[in-house]
């Protein structure tokens, strides 16, 4: 049910965790998390888990003792809610009418959907690769940008996610992704610092500064390297984190100078999410591939894509991402219902208003508080920052703790980013006033805690 804090180097097990535990397990629902941990493998953020879920619908989630919460996490698949009608009755027609389709076979419902995502990307996006998930996605975008360039090494960012694979963790810059392989993970993956970092983030330099700077040192490293095949990155950072003006315009002209491609990762962030159907759109660019996942399956099955330029179409002499379930018709199927879904709904222009009402009233209610350090995102894809001490941001991951548990229990699920970031990403479906019921729960629980 409720998603473990995002913290790394933690185990989970705060007292703040615990008294909430204690207060809220059911008998049910322990001898199912006891099951889990006995079953499963554990891992960081997995398992063992926090808790239970029993049903979810809509922007609701509802655990064994029959207590609900408002899920703003989602691991960012229920752009639409969980079970929308519509979609569940579009998978339930698709199994009855072709369940499977084999590799080297064709389906009307996978071109559909291919063409479907081809017209709706920007620019020259027009050819189109399905995947079971975001980091195979993510390997196969690379992969094609190695036999488009004929490179083999990346430049990506310190502390991004780009999936848990060999290849895509080694793009990554997340250390619970990284830390614990033994010897070393795929050869030249480079890293630099990322947009808002150490010294940006904390006062060391204004966002102007920051934004050329960073963009410099993209440069700078392509220029020295010389052999880089793409860049791969997060249009907006999921902590989040919103670029600086001219920053990807100014790390694409330096893939451009240095015949480098750049591929963004639109995983969490696209659909519609940030308020426009791709998050690099806020911009003002076009990137040479794209991979999109998690809320392509409407928050039910699993499917990802990547969409490139359409001349970089140069490898169909070998295999890029041979999967079994390439050209599936029912996760197809699920997709190409929640683009429908997406556009009939006006679910992008919704959550550019939402979004910006949500935090043009978080910054007004919370404007006095001395442990908020910044109101960011875009879309309904928002954070606030929990400080100790508002005059030089330190970030207070104890505080922000303890404030998540206090919205637990008052109805409220959502994730901490970075340790100290109340990270709220709702579907794009919720009303105004389930919004506004939430961002009331998050505002009281900040403001107890302020004193």
């Known amino acids: 049910m409720t998603k473990h804090i995002h913290t790394e180097g933690e185990a ?11 207060r809220e397990t059911d008998p049910n629902a ?26 979810a619908k809509g922007i609701w989630i509802k655990d064994v003792a029959g207590r609900r919460y408002m899920d703003f996490h989602g691991n960012s698949v229920h752009h639409i809610g969980y079970g929308h009608p519509r979609l569940i009755a579009a998978i339930k027609d698709q199994l009855d009418t072709l369940p499977f389709s084999p590799r080297r076979f064709t389906n009307d419902v996978s071109v559909q959907l291919a063409e479907r995502l081809a017209d709706i990307a920007p620019g020259n996006l027009g050819k189109v690769l399905f995947t079971t998930g975001g980091s195979d996605a993510n390997e196969v975008a690379l992969r094609l940008a190695r036999a488009a360039t004929g490179r083999f090494k990346t430049l990506s960012f310190w502390d991004a996610f780009h999936g848990a694979g060999f290849g895509a963790a080694s793009v990554g810059g997340e250390a619970t992704f990284r830390s614990h392989i033994a010897g070393p993970l795929l050869p030249g993956a480079e890293h630099v610092a990322p947009f808002h970092c150490y010294h940006c983030a904390y006062g060391h330099a204004g966002p102007e ?31 989040p ?21 750049l591929i963004m990762d639109e995983i969490p962030t696209g659909l519609g999410k940030t308020g426009q159907m791709f998050a690099f759109e806020h911009d003002g660019i076009v990137p040479d591939i794209v991979t999109l996942g998690k809320a392509l399956g409407g928050g039910v099955l699993p499917i990802a894509s990547v969409i ?13 991402g041979h999967y079994t379930h390439e050209k599936n018709p029912v996760t197809a ?54 400080v100790s001490d508002r005059q030089g941001r330190t970030p207070a991951p104890q ?43 998050v505002e009281r629980s900040i403001l107890d805690h302020s004193a």
């Open 12 to 22: 989970n097990t705060s007292k703040a965790r615990q008294d909430w535990s204690a």
């Open 30 to 55: 322990q001898s199912l998390l006891d099951r889990d941990a006995a079953a499963f493998l554990h891992q960081s953020l997995s398992s063992p888990c926090v808790s239970t879920i029993a049903e």
């Open 209 to 239: 500064n920051c934004g050329l700077a960073c963009a410099k040192m993209v440069d700078y490293v392509l220029g020295r390297e010389g052999d880089v095949a793409a860049v791969i990155a997060e249009p907006m950072r999921a902590v």
């Open 241 to 261: 984190v919103v670029p600086p003006a001219g920053y990807w315009k100014a790390v694409q002209e330096a893939c451009h100078r240095h015949g480098a491609l």
């Open 308 to 320: 490139a330029r359409q001349d970089l179409d140069v490898a169909g002499d070998f295999a890029i």
């Open 333 to 386: 199927r699920a997709a190409l219902t929640t683009l429908e879904i997406i556009e009939d709904e006006n679910l992008v222009e919704r959550a550019a208003e939402l979004g910006k009402m949500a935090i043009e009233r978080l910054e007004n209610t919370l404007e006095s508080s001395p442990i908020v350090g910044d109101i960011r995102g875009r879309g309904v894809m928002f954070g606030i920052e929990i």
């Open 399 to 441: 505080i922000a703790e303890k404030i998540y548990y206090a919205c637990l229990a008052e109805g409220l699920s959502f994730k901490i980013s970075a340790g100290n970031v109340l990270t709220l990403s709702p579907p794009m479906t919720i009303s105004k006033e389930d919004l506004v019921t939430a961002l009331s729960i």
